[in-house]
């Protein structure tokens, strides 16, 4: 059964650092893409990142050069390295399996619970 | 970049009745490159269509996609009171994910 698991959130000062995990089971993750999706309290659903099953990253502008996803193929996890924090960046974050519909186009099968990052002072 | 908006923003609606949401794209998509997205209070989205109009597994046959182009659409023929909820859609491009800004149903 796939499951993804998310922790580190927390309340965190702006300018401060925070990293989350995503603790994956069922599958594994550096055989395939994986993403994180934030929401803001009342808002909708935002794409931060994405690491494709060869390594490469990308970033939503909002986040490029704060943020740093990777993955630890022996424990099965990803992460999300976030820097230089901002009270925009306060949200639910979720982590997702990406499938591949074909060669070129992913959707998002499997979802974390999410876990909950707050930038206040 | 493609752009998703959708409509209606908010959907009252009864249960049994029929539920018909659109997503439009800022230009033509891929045939089949979109997904549908449920999410209830309080959890994470959960997966309904992917490929515009092939059901996740376990979701009910209620539940359709169809459309193409940049006019998307997902019906669901008879709501039940479970699928009171908020929907997104979502396409795939430039190694980017893009969604909706989402379309709430409620009674």
């Known amino acids: 059964e796939v499951q993804l698991v998310e922790s580190g959130g927390g309340l965190i000062q702006p300018g401060g650092s925070l990293r989350l995990s995503c603790a994956a089971s069922g599958f594994t993750v550096s055989s395939t893409y994986m993403s994180w999706i934030r929401q803001a309290p009342g808002k909708g659903l935002e794409w931060v990142s994405i690491i494709f099953s060869d390594g490469r990253t990308f970033y939503a502008d909002s986040v490029k050069g704060r943020f740093t996803i990777s993955r630890d193929n022996s424990n099965n996890a990803l992460y999300l390295q976030m820097n230089s924090l901002r009270a925009e960046d306060t949200a639910i974050y979720y982590c997702?399996?990406?499938?591949?519909?074909?060669?070129?186009?992913?959707?998002?099968?499997?979802w974390g619970q999410g876990t909950v990052v707050t930038v206040s002072s | 970049e493609i752009v998703l908006t959708q409509s209606p923003g908010t959907l009252s609606l009864s249960p049994g009745e029929r539920a018909t949401l659109s997503c439009r794209a800022s230009q033509s998509v891929s045939s089949g490159y979109l997904a549908w997205y449920q999410q209830k209070p309080g959890q994470a989205p959960r997966l309904l269509i992917y490929?515009?109009?092939s059901r996740a597994t376990g979701i009910p046959d209620r539940f359709s996609g169809s459309g193409s182009g940049t006019d998307f659409t997902l019906t669901i023929s008879r709501l039940e009171p479970e699928d009171f909820a908020v929907y997104y859609c979502q396409h795939f491009g430039s190694s980017i994910f893009t969604f909706g800004p989402g379309t709430i149903v409620d009674i």
């Open positions: 490929g515009a109009s």
């Open positions: 997702a399996r990406a499938l591949p519909y074909d060669t070129s186009w992913y959707y998002l099968d499997y």
